[in-house]
């Protein structure tokens, strides 16, 4: 069982936390603590990849603009692989943890690969269906009619991925 040590702010004070400004809001000492949680090494192994997975969709995309607390949490997290007897997981760059050439390498990125794709064809399909009704606003009484196009378009990709796209330049 392997405990671990995280500094946390109470939920009151993390409601109103904004990702966007980068910083967590003021509050007084009283409102920090340290949570323990216990977590078999399966747990952790599957915590690991669920933080490395959640920062990769957050800050992938945002380039030198990353939300750096999302940073610190996936390094602390793995600066506890040696103690759990995952050295092959980390690796340590200028003294902070973070995950391995091997992690890295592992299946995580087909996994989120799949979610992407899984994402991809989800929002083609509604926006294709929701060109085919002139991007009326939906409502009940078309909601069952858009559903139905964006189901049409989704068995399309399933079965032909993008081969039957066409794109006319006008």
């Known amino acids: 069982m392997l ?12 409601a109103n936390y904004d990702t966007t400004v980068n910083e967590l809001p003021v509050a007084d000492s009283k409102r920090r603590q340290i949570m323990n949680i216990e977590l078999t090494d ?20 945002r380039g030198s603009d990353r939300i750096l607390e999302y940073d610190d949490v996936e390094r602390e997290l ?14 340590y760059t200028n003294g902070a943890a973070g995950p391995s050439s091997a992690f890295e390498n592992g299946g995580i990125h ?3 690969a799949d979610y992407e794709d899984s994402v991809f064809f989800e929002i083609l399909a509604e926006e294709l269906a ?13 909601y ?12 399309e990709f399933e079965q032909n991925g993008i081969d039957n796209i066409t794109l006319d330049k006008k």
């Open 3 to 14: 405990e671990i040590a995280f500094r946390f702010w109470y939920n009151d004070c993390c």
């Open 42 to 61: 399966l747990q952790f192994r599957r915590l690991l990849d669920m933080v490395y997975i959640g920062n990769w969709i957050l800050n992938a995309t």
């Open 78 to 91: 793995f600066s506890h692989c040696h103690s759990s007897g995952m050295s092959s997981l980390v690796e």
């Open 110 to 112: 087909e996994a989120i």
């Open 130 to 142: 929701r060109r085919d009704m002139d991007f009326e606003a939906i409502g009940h009484e078309n």
């Open 144 to 155: 069952i009619e858009l559903t139905n196009r964006i189901d049409e378009y989704i068995e």
